[in-house]
């Protein structure tokens, strides 16, 4: 059983940059999908970004595409999200989550995966 660990939230202002990392621990992230999702209160678990375990495919959430940066160290099993141009709409708790196994690496869903994270809190302030 894989454990994931999200790390690299804070509080930043808008225009500013995080990054965030995903240390996972107990199982590989070779040969899976991993991906970030976020919540923001009130509001559903939404996708961010995705990344195959090989970099060969990354794929982004519209809101955050040409701003957020997805990669994957499959050496040291960490996934990191850069974070640039920060808006106060990209407040939320960041998830990293590992997808199941499927015939597709594909995935965006919630239940496209089933290892996750705690969470780490990004605010960005106006």
């Known amino acids: 059983q894989v454990q994931l660990v999200e790390s690299g939230g804070g509080l930043v202002q808008a225009g500013g940059s995080l990054k965030l990392s995903c240390a996972a621990s107990?199982?590989?992230?070779?040969?899976?999908?991993m991906a970030w999702f976020r919540q923001a209160p009130g509001k559903e678990r939404e996708f961010v970004a995705g990344?195959?375990?090989?970099?060969?495919?990354?794929y982004y959430a519209d809101s955050v595409k040409g701003r957020f940066t997805i990669s994957i160290n499959a050496a040291n099993n960490t996934v990191s999200l850069q974070m640039d141009s920060l808006k106060p709409e990209d407040t939320a708790v960041y998830y990293c989550?590992?997808?199941?196994?499927?015939?597709?690496?594909?995935?965006?869903?919630?239940?496209?995966?089933?290892?996750w994270g705690q969470g780490t809190q990004v605010t960005v302030s106006s």
């Open positions: 989550a590992r997808r199941t196994s499927g015939t597709s690496w594909y995935g965006s869903m919630l239940g496209d995966f089933g290892s």
């Open positions: 107990g199982d590989s992230v070779n040969r899976y999908t």
């Open positions: 990344i195959r375990w090989n970099s060969a495919n990354t």
